[in-house]
Every structure is written in structure tokens, then in C-alpha cells.
């Protein structure tokens, strides 16, 4: 196996909407407001109409529950879905409270998106195993997404 890249995502967030700690962790909802995607094979932009319900434990680890919707350059639309895995460590809360970006790697960061479409010229994307690696911006997050391909 091995891991080809896809496309780079860049996701816009409105302000977070704090609903606070309940029995499962601190609930924090982010709206999405736009974005692009771009790639070899996939060029478009996120569409105003997705977000994330993001669970925070007691530990600091983010649980992302995210959905959102592509429309791509040639007017197909792709749903995407994904679960994922966010350590608030040190960098991350500084650069949270300083409004500036974190690099790949300041912290475990990772996805698991998952696409929907009807659209027949994306339709390999509905059988793709894919991987992200994020990171954080001021107001946006940005994610290397990589197809998991069989390399025999």
C-alpha cells in the first residue's frame, strides 16, 4: 500500500458557536463559509453549507464530526465526510489564541474523508480510501488529503 496525494483542502470557518460541556465533552460547532479544493484530479470550492460539530475531552483531544459539499470546477458536487482526530497540545492553543497557523505536523491532526457523488465523471471517488493530514489557520483549517492506493 501506499499513499498518493489528492487534493489540498482549504475549508473557511465562521467564529466557533460554544454550546459548552455536556455528558460527552465540550461541544464546539463550526459553520463552513467556503473553501477550495484542489487537485490533479478534483478542482472546486466548498459551498456555504457544511460544518463541524467538534467534541472536546477532558484530555484535550478533539473528536471532528465534519460535512461539507464540493462543487467542482466543472460543476459536479461531491459530499465529503469525515471523522477525525485533533490534539489541542501547546501549539495549537497558541496559535488559536494568537489567530496565527500551525505547520503539518505541530500536532496529531488526522481525518478520514470520505466522498459522495452521482456525478459519472467522479465517480471513482465514491470507492476512494483516503487519509488527511490538517492543520489550523486563523479562521480556516487546511488538509493534504491522500489516496490510499495498492501498489501491486
Same mark, same amino acid.
Not at 460547532?29 to 472536546?56: M, N, Y
Not at 469525515?82 to 495549537?92: A, I, M, R, S, T
Given at each position: 500500500?501506499?499513499?498518493? *496525494? $489528492?487534493?489540498?483542502?482549504?475549508?473557511?470557518?465562521?467564529?466557533?458557536?460554544?454550546?459548552?460541556?455536556?455528558?460527552?465533552? %465540550?461541544?464546539?460547532?463550526?459553520? #463552513? &463559509? /467556503? /473553501?477550495?479544493?484542489?487537485?490533479?484530479? @478534483? %478542482?472546486? !470550492?466548498?459551498?456555504?453549507?457544511? =460544518?463541524?460539530?467538534? $467534541? &472536546?475531552?477532558?484530555?484535550?483531544? =478533539?473528536?471532528?464530526?465534519?460535512?461539507?459539499? @464540493?462543487?467542482?470546477?466543472?460543476?459536479?458536487?461531491?459530499?465529503?465526510?469525515?471523522?477525525?482526530? $485533533?490534539?489541542?497540545?501547546?501549539?495549537?492553543?497558541?496559535?488559536?489564541?494568537?489567530? +496565527?497557523?500551525?505547520?503539518? =505536523?505541530? +500536532?496529531?491532526?488526522? %481525518?478520514? *474523508?470520505?466522498?459522495? +457523488?452521482?456525478? *459519472? !465523471?467522479?465517480?471513482?471517488?465514491?470507492? &476512494?480510501?483516503?487519509?488527511?493530514?490538517?492543520? #489550523? $489557520?486563523?479562521?480556516? @483549517?487546511?488538509?493534504? #488529503?491522500?489516496?490510499?492506493?495498492?501498489?501491486?
Amino acid at each position: 500500500m501506499k499513499l498518493e *496525494p $489528492l487534493m489540498t483542502c482549504h475549508v473557511d470557518l465562521k467564529p466557533p458557536v460554544q454550546v459548552g460541556k455536556g455528558p460527552h465533552g %465540550t461541544r464546539t460547532i463550526f459553520d #463552513v &463559509v /467556503g /473553501g477550495t479544493a484542489e487537485g490533479a484530479r @478534483v %478542482t472546486g !470550492r466548498f459551498l456555504p453549507s457544511g =460544518g463541524d460539530w467538534l $467534541l &472536546v475531552d477532558e484530555g484535550g483531544v =478533539g473528536r471532528l464530526d465534519v460535512r461539507g459539499t @464540493v462543487q467542482t470546477d466543472d460543476g459536479a458536487h461531491v459530499y465529503v465526510h469525515y471523522h477525525g482526530v $485533533l490534539e489541542f497540545n501547546e501549539k495549537v492553543t497558541a496559535a488559536l489564541g494568537a489567530g +496565527t497557523p500551525t505547520d503539518y =505536523g505541530d +500536532t496529531y491532526f488526522m %481525518t478520514q *474523508p470520505r466522498y459522495e +457523488t452521482g456525478d *459519472p !465523471r467522479y465517480a471513482w471517488l465514491n470507492r &476512494v480510501v483516503a487519509v488527511a493530514e490538517g492543520r #489550523v $489557520l486563523a479562521g480556516a @483549517v487546511e488538509y493534504r #488529503v491522500f489516496h490510499v492506493v495498492n501498489d501491486g
